[in-house]
């Protein structure tokens, strides 16, 4: 299973873009990147995935580099609600375990 | 639709004591899973079930049983509970996809502790 790096906290600015970095780099050609977080005494919660190419969504961008070897999530207009714990998470197409790690403590500042 | 729903929502017991935690989804999903998630830690996979009858190990296993007799409910049980067992449980389901993983879907918890 791959491992992943992310840094322990980051601060961001109410309205200004959210850059959450994941280093992945022994990651597998069949696993894909998950992000999740988690709001303070809630249950996780899905963002986005993505394979090879950059995905976005209704909630946030996933910029994967050509290498795969890491990936950043952006939440383009940072919100207070949008102060959590992010995971990165590498899983292959099967029901393999998944593997939730510290993940970086975003605050988002008034 | 109720999602993910777990039962109770906090509970505490003394060692030695057995409990079972009921989590129910109502979006007919396959797979399920229990998670413990300790303070400043990330969530550690416990055990989980791609179907109705089935069950797997996780990560950590170990003082902790599970049965998914139907498939909208998913039991954790815990035959003999240790001060070690003091965790926030969740619940996750995913439709469980042939060959493909899916996004989960994360229940509200259950704060257990243990004297």
């Known amino acids: 299973d791959a491992k992943t790096t992310q840094p322990t906290s980051m601060d961001c600015a109410e309205g200004r873009a959210a850059n959450l970095p994941c280093n992945h780099s022994t990651i597998s050609g069949n696993e894909y990147v998950y992000w999740y977080r988690q709001i303070h005494s809630q249950g996780p919660q899905y963002i986005i995935h993505g394979l090879k190419n950059n995905e976005t969504n209704e909630m946030a961008s996933l910029i994967i580099t050509e290498d795969r070897k890491s990936s950043t999530l952006i939440l383009p207009h940072a919100t207070l609600r949008d102060t959590a714990v992010y995971y990165c998470?590498?899983?292959?197409?099967?029901?393999?375990?998944?593997?939730f790690g510290p993940g970086t403590s975003l605050s988002v500042i008034p | 639709n109720a999602g993910v729903t777990q039962t109770p929502k906090f509970r505490v017991l003394k060692t030695g004591q057995s409990m079972t935690l009921l989590c129910a989804q109502d979006m007919n999903h396959e797979y399920m899973y229990w998670y413990r998630q300790d303070p400043g830690m990330g969530l550690r996979l416990i055990h989980y079930?791609?179907?109705?009858?089935?069950?797997a190990k996780g990560e950590v296993p170990d003082g902790y049983n599970v049965s998914r007799l139907k498939k909208q409910n998913f039991l954790l049980g815990l035959e003999s509970a240790a001060p070690s067992q003091t965790s926030v449980y969740f619940c996750?389901?995913?439709?469980?996809?042939?060959?493909?993983?899916?996004?989960?879907?994360f229940g509200p918890g259950t704060r257990l502790t243990v004297l």
């Open positions: 996750a389901s995913s439709k469980g996809l042939a060959g493909w993983v899916d996004e989960q879907f």
């Open positions: 079930s791609v179907g109705e009858g089935t069950t």
């Open positions: 998470i590498p899983i292959k197409t099967s029901y393999d375990k998944v593997i």
